[in-house]
């Protein structure tokens, strides 16, 4: 039976990813069912996606990508400037429940993806673990802690640390606290493909 992510009555998606994927799969001359069958997404759920009335969680957005040959980082766009002022940061949606997204890299930064992350009390990137298209990711914490799961093993992150690992190993991150939200800032290079 095909799998319907958690996020599916979350927050809506961030504008322009849905429309990007719909013209994707269009490019490619691929339906609903094809890409459904392919993810093991349901074909209502890839529908709400495409129409950015839902945000798929990071392990659905990546297997959507992964099928649609495009890399996940195509969905965000930023200032083309090197320089990204706080206030100009772009916000976009990489899955997960409680967690907040900004791109501090350009949009066509090919080399690296660094992203601002704030994550509420007992958010997630997601329950489900994914791997990234990448070679390297890093992420150092700025406030708060973070869970990072990494295949079987969990590492707890506080204030200061940093933490680099292979992304294509399957992996997932929560903020533990009951109470307190989480600041990170996540590296991954190349961008993710």
Same mark, same amino acid.
């Given at each position: 039976m095909a799998d319907t992510p958690t996020q599916r009555n979350g927050g @809506?998606? *961030? =504008?322009r990813i849905g429309h990007l994927?719909?013209?994707r799969r269009r490019q490619l001359d691929l339906t609903l069912d094809a890409v459904a069958s392919a993810t093991s997404l349901t074909k209502g %759920?890839? *529908?709400d996606i495409e129409r950015d009335k839902t945000s798929p969680s990071v392990a659905s957005l990546v297997k959507l990508c992964d099928v649609l040959g495009m890399p996940v980082g195509d969905l965000f766009s930023s200032s083309e400037s090197a320089v990204v002022k706080a &206030?100009?940061?772009? =916000?976009? @949606?990489?899955? !997960?429940?409680g967690v907040s997204d900004h791109l501090l890299t350009p949009s066509g930064s090919l080399r690296l993806q660094a992203i601002w992350t704030e994550i509420a009390p007992r958010g997630t990137? !997601?329950?489900q673990l994914y791997a990234l298209r990448s070679e390297e990711e890093f992420i150092i914490?700025? *406030? !708060?802690?973070?869970a990072l799961q990494l295949e079987d093993e969990t590492f707890i992150l506080s204030k !200061?640390?940093?933490?680099? %690992?292979?992304?294509?190993r399957l992996h997932t991150f929560? &903020? =533990?606290s009951d109470s307190e939200p989480t600041t990170a800032i996540f590296v991954m290079t190349p961008k993710p493909r």
């Open positions: @809506k998606a *961030s =504008p994927l719909r013209e %759920f890839l *529908s &206030n100009e940061r772009a =916000p976009i @949606k990489f899955g !997960g429940t990137g !997601g329950e914490v700025l *406030s !708060g802690e973070l !200061g640390d940093a933490l680099t %690992f292979d992304p294509r929560y &903020n =533990p």
